[in-house]
């Protein structure tokens, strides 16, 4: 009987398609994940244990430490409807340029009367200079603003509307200026807005922990 | 097996009797290789889930003076924002008498147990939470007590936000005179 022979057989495995795959998905993963876009405005938000994701197209309105106001119209399919209807009702007479100008614009926060010689101007003011959107109470241009953000989405489903409307603010912001933002949108019939936040874990033996809801509303 | 051990690959069969150099392989151990990509995935996966932002909602009440909510004097606590974090707090209405002993003074830390008190002491029906934020007092403030109601599981429609009357606001600046607050 001829001795049978048994090869044998190193242990050690070929990693390199084990590489090949923790690179692809390294690589999957940097890729897909969206870079957060470059803040011009910093602000830092308050912690809440609301856990529902901020939705990523959204009309964002920015109160900054300073108390100064910025609008972000992230609707793109809407953002040029928003700002014709505010440049007719507020009678700001821009020229198709500097119409163009402002839709191209990232962030609106000039009050009116200063909005058409900044357009006119050819380098954009930075964000650290611009006066923000005056919400006093008794020039509440952000009103205005909704306003036309409402007219433009006029005949839509409001809900969407309340879902896509979101207030960021630093919280160091002093809460006059959050209450402006408030009758900004109270003015206009909006009685429901979110608020950007940071999550937080619900607290140990909290009633909300107990219940085991951490989002009711 | 002309070569032993580790290259498997690569060996080709040679004939009886022909010798050859020995050849170093050129082989990499890819395990480090390995252990730095997983490393790395599970670095990215993590950071970019933590950074998500949530959205609170918010819904405010329509001012119609014909809807006046009526409340209870026994379920209501006012809470009040001040400023440096400060939050005072009195139960049911303020009374000329005993208005020193009864608006009192907390903070963040100290009014999730009050909050949670009253609610426990109150019947549901009744309670009442009504915060009044002063000029001085954050943002951030007003988040935390509306996530405080939510953490304390109190209902919707039993916390509103109201404006301060100059009682209260006279009360916050004596109080804040007096423990020196900046």
Not at chain 1, 6 to 27: E, G, H, N, Q, Y
């Amino acid at each position: 009987m001829p001795k049978v022979k048994i090869p044998r057989k190193s242990t050690t495995v070929d990693m390199t398609a084990m590489c090949d795959v923790a690179f692809l998905l390294l690589t999957f993963f940097i890729l897909a994940t969206k870079q957060k876009p470059p803040e011009v405005l910093k602000v830092k938000t308050p912690t809440s244990v609301s856990s529902k994701a901020a939705p990523e197209k959204s009309i964002l309105i920015t109160m900054t430490k300073d108390g100064k106001v910025f609008l972000m119209l992230g609707d793109d399919t809407k953002k040029s409807a928003i700002i014709e209807d505010f440049n007719t009702t507020r009678g700001l007479q821009l020229s198709a340029a500097e119409l163009a100008k402002l839709k191209k614009a990232e962030y609106i926060g000039l009050p009116i009367n200063k909005l058409k010689s900044a357009l006119d101007m050819p380098q954009e003011i930075p964000a650290n200079l611009m006066d923000g959107i005056p919400i006093d109470s008794t020039n509440n241009e952000l009103s205005y603003w909704i306003k036309s953000i409402t007219n433009a989405y006029k005949g839509e489903d409001l809900r969407k509307l309340q879902e896509m409307m979101l207030v960021k603010g630093d919280g160091e912001a002093l809460y006059p200026i959050f209450k402006s933002v408030k009758e900004a949108f109270k003015a206009n019939e909006l009685f429901k807005f979110r608020i950007v936040t940071e999550g937080e874990t619900v607290p140990l033996g909290s009633e909300l922990y107990n219940t085991g809801k951490t989002e009711k509303k | 097996m002309a070569e032993m051990d580790t290259s498997s690959g690569g060996g080709h069969k040679k004939g009886p009797g022909v010798k050859k150099p020995k050849k170093n392989s050129t082989r990499v151990d890819l395990t480090p290789m390995v252990d730095l990509g997983f490393l790395l995935i599970t670095f990215f996966v993590f950071t970019t889930t933590m950074s998500q932002s949530t959205a609170m909602s918010m819904n405010e009440p329509k001012d119609d003076p014909n809807q006046q909510l009526k409340v209870k004097n026994s379920g209501a606590m006012t809470i009040l924002l001040g400023k440096g974090n400060q939050v005072y707090y009195y139960f049911g209405q303020l009374m000329p008498e005993t208005i020193s002993q009864d608006f009192k003074s907390t903070n963040f830390a100290g009014i999730r147990a009050l909050i949670l008190e009253k609610k426990k002491a109150t019947p549901i029906d009744d309670l009442m939470y009504i915060i009044k934020s002063d000029e001085k007092s954050t943002f951030k403030n007003a988040i935390d007590i509306l996530d405080e109601m939510t953490i304390s599981a109190v209902p919707p429609g039993h916390y509103a936000e109201v404006d301060m009357v100059p009682v209260e606001k006279m009360l916050i600046k004596t109080t804040e005179d007096a423990n020196g607050i900046k």
